[in-house]
Nanobody
Framework: QVRPVESGGGLVQPGGSLTLTCRDS????????MGWYRQAPGKQRELVAA???????HYADSVKGRFTISRDNAKNTVYLQMNSLKPEDTAVYYC??????????????WGRGTQVTVSS
């Protein structure tokens, strides 16, 4: 099965920045909301941010003002610009390109994830 492919994770110091990229390569236009979830060790997967084709956005309270989600509909690609990173942002970040925006319900179409570690 073709999955979305994430890239851009890594190790960064507190206060630093990273940009995550996810591309849906199924070859058809992505008409659903696209977004990012994260899962820290011992915790449930949680929504970080989502964006519709019309560029409406939704953010978790914990990242508002620090993270920015964007998408390029022509490239079926979604981005997550993460600034002012904190140790509590450490997690595996997963992309999903089949989100029902009205309910924030993701379908079972996940990337493999990319590790983000915020540590000095």
């Amino acid at each position: 099965q073709v999955r979305p492919v994430e890239s851009g994770g890594g190790l960064v110091q507190p206060g630093g920045s990273l940009t995550l990229t996810c591309r849906d390569s199924r070859g058809t236009d992505v008409m659903n909301a696209m977004g990012w979830y994260r899962q820290a060790p011992g915790k449930q997967r949680e929504l970080v941010a989502a964006i519709t084709t019309g560029m409406s956005t939704h953010y978790a309270d914990s990242v508002k003002g620090r993270f920015t989600i964007s998408r390029d509909n022509a490239k079926n690609t979604v981005y997550l610009q993460m600034n002012s990173l904190k140790p509590e942002d450490t997690a595996v970040y997963y992309c999903n390109t089949e989100i029902e925006f009205a309910t924030m319900t993701p379908r079972d179409y996940w990337g493999r994830g990319t590790q983000v570690t915020v540590s000095s």
